[in-house]
Every structure is written in structure tokens, then in C-alpha cells.
């Protein structure tokens, strides 16, 4: 029966392609955790994974067509900002402008501000 969850835990990492160093490294980042019990590193990566995934599909399905089987930064971007399920990344997933433009929207936002 022992060399089953063996071989179990081992089919279950093989089940999974992100590092779980690398996770149990973000996981121990956290001043608020001491110790992470195997099962939810490994749940933990899976879910991790998964959502990786998600938003991957789900960006490379309204991505704009100008590339066939090419998924862009910008495509990440625009899921974020148009998906409820996404919005919350949209800090770390901003849509890029360019700097002229980011000038020109400050210029205006400082025009409106003293305009009170």
C-alpha cells in the first residue's frame, strides 16, 4: 500500500509542468507563512497551472486575428481590461501606450484640474 502513494505522488508531479520550487519559493515570500504542507504546494501549483492556462485560452480566443497562432502581451492586456473574470490583473497586465500619448493624457488631466 506504501509503494502506491508512491507512485501516486510521483504520477502527480508528473502531472503538472510549473517548477514547484519555484512556487513553494513565492509561497514562502509571504511573511505570514512558516511552513507549506505538500499537498497545497502541489494544489497550489495545479490551481496556479490551470489559471495560467485559463487566461491564456481565453486571451488567445479574442486576441485580434493580425497574427495566426501568435499570443501578444497586448492580448493578455485587453483580457484583463475587457473580462470581469480578469480585471483584477489589469495593474499588472496594463495595456501599453506610447510615451507621446501617456504625455498628451497627463497634459490633460493637469488642464482639467486647474480648470477648478
Known sequence: MRHNSKHQ???????ISLP???????????????????DALFLTTKATELFVQH?????????????????N???LAKTAEESDTFHFLTDILPKKILAQ????????MQ????DF
Open 9 to 15: 505522488a510521483s504520477e502527480a508531479k508528473k502531472a
Open 20 to 38: 514547484i520550487s519555484r512556487v513553494r519559493l513565492i509561497m514562502k515570500s509571504s511573511p505570514d507563512v512558516s511552513s507549506i504542507n505538500q
Open 55 to 71: 487566461l491564456a485560452l481565453t486571451s488567445f480566443n479574442n486576441r485580434s486575428q493580425t497574427e495566426a497562432n501568435t499570443l
Open 73 to 75: 502581451y497586448s492580448d
Open 101 to 108: 500619448d501617456y504625455l498628451k493624457t497627463l497634459e490633460q
Open 111 to 114: 488642464d482639467e484640474d486647474s
